[in-house]
């Protein structure tokens, strides 16, 4: 019984012309998308390596020099894009790749592409993931809105139910017979997503790049099954098609086109982020606290007083290797305090952003989208942390043979200084802090089960 | 077979009972003629029966089941034909027809489900087109394979020959001879006096959503039908 209603189902939407045409735009719009965003990860990523490699030989190539004078010399940590970029770049393009790691400061990314865009672009551009997560949802609508309310004005359904079919076994065959037709357009998504994790991910992470693909496909099923029986809920609820589509077409529009932007600007103002410029000078004017010399003084007096001298040139190890490593773990301690508060800032907006999924589905999925694809927010900030805690050891190791380098003129070996390499956290925590929107995501899956199964028991022909 | 019991039902929207105490019995072999002006309470009747409509009093039974407290199991035993067959125009004739029949409970062949649309007077020809193109006799022909084709015990019949023309209309005659014969209690709904006078045992004439006249086979041979159904009108 159910699988007729599931083939006539599947038969009658693959006949329709206009899914055919619908589906057939919507997988070609995502696969352009796609492979644009391959080219793209594959130029970011030659770019990084080349970058990376061109940064290092300079940094070798230092010849003999005062260690701090490289330190401030520097040297760039570049972020290689992530390979599921190719269905959702996130963030990537708003919070930069790449960080100058140098003596005395914690810098902010550099090579931020939206720092170009325009307003317009804040809409974001196309990609698999804003197809899967704000057009797909529309073609759903577009396949289930007549489901139960077409039938009825068309009179088939008063047949249906004349011939003792139960209603429940009518809303399993089509919802099964709709996520058949589906399939169709998300195989070829699901293909690129595993396609890019397993062909981009360098050696070492494809097992857990495939993972992500994996469970990028299942939350965007759950994401557009949930879309689907909300579709049928209202289809049998609805007393004409006319009303189930407009009903379904508003909820579309607020609550995947306008509630994600509503809730980035509730974020942003309950919980605003400082001006760059802000942010500079109040740091700056912290780290130039004058009572930092004093404690200096201090040091310097306890050190003399360590070694039994009265002159910091009668000390036998470099005085300004120490007075410089201490400057810097006295800056640390104020960019940590400066940083930690502009990322809890971030964390807050992604919370509100999070609980938006009261509302709809939509936040849900971007977010949880973003952070399998390892381009949201909390995993860019973990490259930040990354690229931080290298420079410190950098300085650390800088300092150290400046200090102990008196009476020596042996040059430091530059190789002392490990090349930089950013290690993605794993799947599991990248979606620890996204388990409410997991469970958000779960919770409309089953309420809008549930609404459609309570729905069609009061079916009326 | 095809019982209501002091079946009664009004509408929120209207005054009058739409169905008023009815009491009716439709035995196997029989054909019952509903006559009536549209409102009378034919349609209702039959919606009682299939459960569409629930009775505000009395009972609506099918082969002795209440059809309120088994609405599954009483649709099962009974073919309906509406006024107006609809179908889903992407699939054939055939396709329609082994669909209905699936949902119903029955798979037959593919030469089975055609045979089943030449008794009901389609056209080969015309059993593998897509039936958006159908006349609505065509589709009515198809309703009527449908019903057929569910083997049931019971038929109720909401006009189902509007549309037909004549020769069909005689073909569908026919084919209600035959079903009778075989035992099936038929219950039709119809503006056609002279069909009813044709094909029914007996006929009843509604109005205000009574029983004003009931006519057995053998009273039907010797009445001026129409005379008597105008006349009820008049009153």
Known sequence: MIATIVRHTFAELVRDGRFRLTAALLVVLALVAGLAGWQQVRALHAEAAAAGTGERGRWLGQGGKNPHAAAHYGTYAFKAPRPLAVVDPGVQAYLGSAVFLEAHRQNEPLHRPAQDGTALQRFGDLSPALVGQALLPLLVILLGYAAFAGERERGTLRQLLALGVQPLHLLVGKALGCIAALTLVLVPLAALGVAAAA??????????????????????????????????????????ARTALVVLLGFWLIGVVALPRALSDLGRSLHPTPSSLAFRNELDAALGDPHGRETLEAQRVAILKQYGVSRTQDLPINWSGIALQFGEERANQIFDRFFQGLWATLAAQD???????????????QLLSQ???????????????????????????????????????????????????????????????????LAFLIAWFAATAVAATVAVRRLRA | MLTTEALTKRFPSAAALAVDNLTLNVAPGELFALLGPNGAGKTTTINCLLGFVTPDA????????????????????????PEQVNLYGYFSGVENLAYFSELAGHR??????????????????????????????MRQKVGIAIALAKQAKALLLDEPTSGLDPSASHEFSQLLHQL???????????????RAKQDATRVGIMRHGRLAHILTADELGHTDLEKLYLETMGN
């Open chain 1, 199 to 240: 062909l981009l991910a360098p050696p070492g992470q494809q097992g857990d790049e495939l993972l992500r693909a994996l469970a990028w496909v299942a939350v965007h099923t759950i994401y557009l099954g949930a879309f689907l029986f909300l579709t049928l809920a209202v289809s049998a609820l609805a007393r004409s």
């Open chain 1, 351 to 365: 919370s509100i952003f999070q609980l938006g999924a009261i509302v709809s589905p939509a936040p849900a999925i």
């Open chain 1, 371 to 437: 952070a399998l694809a390892g381009n949201d927010t909390a995993q860019h900030l973990n490259f930040l942390t990354q690229a931080e805690q290298h420079r410190r050891e950098m300085q650390r190791t800088l300092n150290g043979a400046l200090r102990d380098s008196k009476g020596s003129n042996a040059a430091f070996d530059w190789n002392r200084i490990p090349p930089f390499g950013f290690s993605p956290p794993p799947i599991t925590s990248a979606l620890a802090p996204l388990l409410p929107s």
């Open chain 2, 58 to 81: 009395g009972r609506a039974l099918i082969d002795g089941l209440d059809v309120t407290r088994e609405p599954l199991e009483t649709k099962r035993r009974v073919a309906y034909i």
């Open chain 2, 108 to 137: 037959y062949p593919d030469a089975g489900l055609r045979k089943f649309l030449a008794v009901a007077g389609l056209e080969p020809a015309a059993h593998d087109r897509r039936v958006a193109g159908y006349s609505k006799g």
């Open chain 2, 180 to 194: 009778r014969e075989q035992g099936l209690a038929i219950l039709m709904a119809t503006h056609d006096l002279f």
